[in-house]
């Protein structure tokens, strides 16, 4: 698979747009998605934000269900030339003396029981990049901005991936002496380590950039802690 990583030091812009006009086979294999979901149990239909064109500075996006992004992922040949994914944040957090925090997804979500960033999640529609990882560190730690400090875009990832059209990485530092309430059906365990030693991570659209994101990481280290 292709994936870009490139080092950034502001957020891309974010810029509403419609969305595209489907092929007539295009809407019906997403009416059939659509149905599915509807009728699985376990379907879940909700809201997302979905790129279409994606670079360093800018991100397109239009407002979307989960149902685009799964018929991306069943037809990429029909639908990759109207969008490139779904967009999402992650906050790769530093503990002095620790190392980088790792997380195990849940066994009963996407990319279940595998090693991840600290945290990351998908935007929703009106909202903010910063918000939506800012979310995610609230709903899988219990861990929210007064708790971090010196949080700072540094990458964004973009390519043909499953989860994530464009993905806008940040870095941060943990405040001394917090404790972490996990959210047992997102994380089932976490841990700290440097990088020279931590996990790879198992996701196809960060294992394939890993080896770019390492100085990166690195290198934000290097100069704020």
């Known amino acids: 698979m292709d994936y870009f990583l490139q080092p950034i030091a502001t957020e891309p812009e974010l810029v509403m747009v419609n ?4 092929s007539a086979k295009a809407g019906t294999l997403l009416a059939r998605v659509t149905d599915e979901i509807a009728q699985s149990p376990m379907g879940f239909d909700g809201e997302i934000l979905l790129a279409g064109s994606v670079s360093r500075d800018r991100i397109e996006a239009f ?9 991306r ?23 002095k003396d620790e ?4 997380q195990k997804r849940g066994d009963d979500i996407l990319d279940p029981a595998t090693w991840y960033l600290s945290v990351s999640g998908g935007l929703l529609p009106r909202q903010a990049i910063i918000e939506a990882a800012i979310s995610e560190s609230l709903e899988e730690l219990q861990l929210g901005v007064p708790k971090m400090k010196r949080l700072e875009p540094i990458a964004l990832r973009y390519g043909p991936g499953f989860s994530d059209g464009a993905f806008i990485i940040y870095a941060a530092e943990i405040v001394d002496e917090i404790e972490f309430r996990l959210e047992p059906e997102e994380v089932s ?13 198992q996701a196809d659209h960060l294992k394939f950039i ?7 990481l690195e290198e934000w280290r290097s100069k704020r802690i």
């Open 19 to 22: 969305p595209p006009h489907l």
């Open 63 to 71: 407002p979307a269900s989960w149902s685009w992004q799964e018929a």
């Open 73 to 95: 992922r069943r037809y990429p040949e029909t639908f990759s030339p109207y969008y490139s994914g779904q967009i999402g944040a992650g906050i790769m957090l530093y503990k």
């Open 99 to 102: 190392g980088w925090l790792w």
């Open 189 to 201: 365990h976490i841990a700290f380590h440097p990088l020279e030693s931590a996990p790879l991570p």
């Open 210 to 216: 890993w080896s770019s994101l390492k100085p990166l």
